[in-house]
């Protein structure tokens, strides 16, 4: 298309004539040469005949050869340029009809484009042309070209002449010559003609084979499988909640927080029962060296030797030493287990008051919350929770508000709610057995199992 | 003020405290595992090996009939020794080591009268006061002295 549309713009350029033929500038050489001949005499006339002929031949050779080139290239474009509006598929030609100009056109376009520098592509050019001028020729005539010329089946020129042969319609090519330049398109000018190729006489559709009409069957039915599939997205009908986050609900939002903090509390406890298993291993360690130096402290109060005294109190002082590290330890143990039996209450608690607030909101006539605020809500309920986990790893991290300390989660300036109130108001470590922490923690979550 | 004794192991038994003497002690083990017996009185807890020897264990608290709360936790053997014969108390704690110059003799009240003839007297400090049983007379009880037709003999009998 690209390569007929320049020629057609440039050989329809106004202003701009054709190079005389070689004929006529040979002739005027001639003329001119017989002229200078007649005035002039002796061997300076001839000389000047001489000089006019060579000018004269050299000027139509000069004019001669590009024209000759131009015109093969124009020929060629020109054929290219039918083949393309041939193959296009906004012609109104049977399906197969434009996919045999379209392998014909990408044949003579490769064959040409291979022609610049190789011998036997242009020979091959050649005989296409060749064949293409019979078949025109035949055409035009009114014969079947397959069987007038049975070379043409063997050709590349085959798949388009049966589909001639077999539409209703022949198109404008097959009346053409492409020797005949005038006629063919842009060589004097002239636009395309509007409509290519010429209706036929009756309006009869174009003949579509069945596999182009299941081959467009199967395409509108995967066309209006996806057209379902996303007016189906955007009505908002996700597969599932679960498995974007971004889409789930508040109260889906609140269940992960208490899950996600329940986990880690697990894990903690776990690890604290475990603490406390290398607590009891160093309690009765610590037993044994107190049995040792009550031991070393008796003989050497039976016997009164100041030399053994004195070892059975360095011995006595390692296993107070000992003592008092293990009954931090366990004191320490102790007190984590109260308070993370404590926050899982306090979660739970938390938990189950945002779920009410939010079947609150959803079950009143108030109008319900916006995305935004219910991002806001779904954030300070996690700001809540983060709260209390902070909480839970402040009392990991040290304890020097002591046993008997207040368990505070929250600053005076903040609002109070019931599950705070529950921490605030629980009795303190050393009032509570670290046993009902453990249970706390068996209950959060079902099949949680703590040995003891 | 002399007390006869370099000072006493002390231990709390229920709401009763108590003391031995240092001279009367052998030593403190850990009666974690003590070996049943079988066909002995009630207040013989079992077996315990001490230095080599195996030492019967009495637990004093079933002895006297002090209601001690049960727990779990580890138990500890006081042994006894009066020359070649040993003996243990089973005690629920790791008892204290009080030096003779902080004990004093305390005057008996009238509930020390109820242990009768295994009481022997009483020891006090600034905290508490303690009592001192005659412990080998218990032992004697339970199980009788070889050749000792009265199934009791005191130290002196025995050339201790």
Known sequence: MAAGRDYREEDARPGQSSPPPAVLVTLAAAICAGVAGSLASGVMGWIAVGAVALGGAFFASRTAAPRKMAAELGRARRLLLLLDRGGSAEAKVPPDFVEDWAQVYEKVNRLSFEARGNPASGAQVEQFKKQVELAASLVRDGKDPLVEAPELRAGPLLPLLEGVKGSSSLPVVSHLSLGEEEELIGAGGDALPPDWPKPSSDEKAPVVGPAFEAGLRDLVREIESLRTTLAGAANGQTPSAGEDPSLRTPAQLVDAVVLTAADGIEDLAAGLMRANELASVAERVTNRATLLALNAALEATRSGSEAFAAIAEETRRLAEFAREATDTISRLSSEIEYKVGETITAIHATSNDAKTALAEMSGSSAPLPSSRSARVQVVRLLDRSRELLKSLGGSAEGSDSGPDGPISIRSSQEPRNSAQDNVENAPGPAEKSPVEGILLIEGLKPGAHFES | ?160
């Open chain 2, 1 to 160: 003020m002399n007390l006869g004794t370099r000072g006493a192991l002390t231990f709390r038994l229920g709401d009763y405290s108590f003391a031995v003497r240092v001279e009367e002690a052998g030593g403190i083990l850990d009666a974690e595992r003590l070996a049943q017996l079988p066909g002995v009185f009630e207040p013989v807890a079992g077996v315990a090996a001490f230095r080599g020897e195996m030492v019967p264990v009495v637990d004093l608290a079933s002895y006297l009939g002090i209601e001690a709360p049960v727990q779990d936790g580890p138990r500890y053997a006081l042994v006894l020794t009066r020359g070649p014969d040993r003996f243990a108390l089973l005690i629920p704690e790791i008892p204290k080591l009080i030096p003779g110059r902080e004990l004093r003799e305390a005057p008996p009240d009238s509930n020390d009268s109820e242990l009768g003839d295994l009481f022997e007297s009483v020891l006090e400090n600034d905290q508490d006061h303690f009592h001192c049983l005659n412990y080998w007379r218990i032992f004697e009880t339970i199980i009788p002295p070889a050749g000792s037709s009265a199934g009791r003999s005191t130290p002196m009998e025995r050339g201790n």
